[in-house]
């Protein structure tokens, strides 16, 4: 029997700067912490993009290194629909200590993460989470 070449799977376009710099803001939030959609994009150098980080966070791997769960929006909530990633997202923040309200919303004043020598959004620095 003759053998049939083997079907390729196409390759992922490599990372596009934007996505790199997005990425390695990400990786930077400690556990426990939050950081929003649009926090993540100035941060990276793209403000206003705060859409591209969502993008970005679609496009990762399987098995990627990079906390995506750990970027919520800035209302406090989980994007993805609680029936399909948001489940797992939760699961994950609340393994690390971050708690949700009734709403399902996170306190940004209390979880969101500030990079050292950065105000958060709201003009103060953020506190360290309450156990």
């Given at each position: 029997m003759k053998k049939l070449?083997?079907?390729?799977r196409p390759k992922r376009a490599a990372p596009s700067s934007a996505y790199t710099r997005i990425y390695a803001v990400v990786c930077r939030i400690p556990?426990?912490?939050v950081a929003t959609y649009g926090q993540i994009a100035e941060l990276a150098g793209l403000p206003g993009h705060a859409r591209q980080v969502g993008y970005a966070?679609?496009?990762l791997p399987d098995g990627s290194s990079v906390?995506?769960?750990r970027v919520i929006s800035a209302?406090?909530?989980?994007s993805l629909g609680a029936f399909t990633w948001g489940g797992l997202?939760?699961?994950l923040l609340e393994s690390e200590g971050v708690k949700f309200d009734r709403a399902g919303r996170v306190?940004?004043?209390?979880?969101?993460w500030s990079p050292r020598g950065r105000p958060t959004p709201a003009g103060r620095r953020?506190?360290?989470p309450r156990a």
């Amino acid at each position: 029997m003759k053998k049939l070449p083997r079907a390729k799977r196409p390759k992922r376009a490599a990372p596009s700067s934007a996505y790199t710099r997005i990425y390695a803001v990400v990786c930077r939030i400690p556990r426990g912490r939050v950081a929003t959609y649009g926090q993540i994009a100035e941060l990276a150098g793209l403000p206003g993009h705060a859409r591209q980080v969502g993008y970005a966070m679609h496009a990762l791997p399987d098995g990627s290194s990079v906390p995506w769960h750990r970027v919520i929006s800035a209302s406090g909530g989980i994007s993805l629909g609680a029936f399909t990633w948001g489940g797992l997202q939760r699961a994950l923040l609340e393994s690390e200590g971050v708690k949700f309200d009734r709403a399902g919303r996170v306190s940004l004043e209390r979880f969101r993460w500030s990079p050292r020598g950065r105000p958060t959004p709201a003009g103060r620095r953020a506190s360290r989470p309450r156990a």
